[in-house]
């Protein structure tokens, strides 16, 4: 069965940098788009990037544009989000998810994993 | 800046039906937003039910569905269970590489 585990979240401090995986199992990484998402602490979703299947392009939320990149390597299974700049307000659950087609889309969703940024 | 509009709370009986809506303000929501509906219980990762305004996945149950009504999208949920109690969230696509979700509708079952 499809499987995201995410991981790399953490405490770190405002200004600093942090970098997420998800790894993919249970289906074909290179055929689908993927996802991340996050939701702060009590609040609701908020999408942050998308990626084609073959990395041949990429989408970012206006919120975190030009600070977070979007990557995947499909002869590893796993996706990427390389967070720069990190701000208070970045802090949540970060979640990767699996398109349904090669772009964007969703289907499956990982467990999140905690970023929280803080002095 | 589209700000994507849901009911922040609904109650529906057990056995019940109810209708949540998403609206944007931008405009109508239209088959062209590929409105997407997800559901979250407390502490639990969000799981997707509809896709592409209509479509459930194969994990989806029967009983929620989706639709277009007037100028929103719509999940109809009929015949509610007390395991339908979550937030419910929709999401919508807009030209130029934008996607944005709702703010959420949290859903009791009473």
């Known amino acids: 069965q499809v499987q995201l585990v995410e991981s790399g979240g953490g405490v770190v401090q405002p200004g600093r940098s942090l970098r997420l995986s998800c790894a993919a199992s249970?289906?074909?990484?290179?055929?689908?788009?993927m996802n991340w998402v996050r939701q702060a602490p009590g609040k609701g979703l908020e999408w942050l990037a998308v990626?084609?299947?073959?990395?041949?392009?990429?989408y970012y939320a206006d919120s975190v544009k030009g600070r977070f990149t979007i990557s995947r390597d499909n002869t590893k299974n796993t996706l990427f989000l390389q967070m720069n700049s990190l701000r208070p307000e970045d802090t949540g659950i970060y979640y990767c998810a699996r398109s349904w087609i090669k772009y964007s889309g969703f289907a499956d969703w990982g467990q999140g994993t905690l970023v929280t940024v803080s002095s | 800046q589209a700000v994507v509009t849901q009911e922040p709370s609904l109650t529906v009986s057990p056995g019940g039906t109810v209708t949540l809506t998403c609206g944007s303000t931008t405009g109508p929501v239209t088959s062209g937003n590929y409105p997407y509906w997800f559901q979250q219980k407390p502490g639990q990762a969000p799981r997707t039910l509809i896709y592409?305004?209509?479509n459930r996945h194969s994990w989806t149950p029967a009983r929620f569905s989706g639709s277009l009504l007037g100028d929103k999208a719509a999940l109809t949920l009929s015949g509610a269970q007390p395991e339908d109690e979550a937030e419910y969230y929709c999401f919508l696509s807009y030209s130029g590489g934008r996607w944005v979700f709702g703010g959420g509708t949290k859903l009791t079952v009473l």
């Open positions: 990626i084609w299947y073959d990395g041949s392009d990429k």
């Open positions: 592409d305004t209509t």
């Open positions: 249970g289906f074909t990484f290179r055929s689908y788009g």
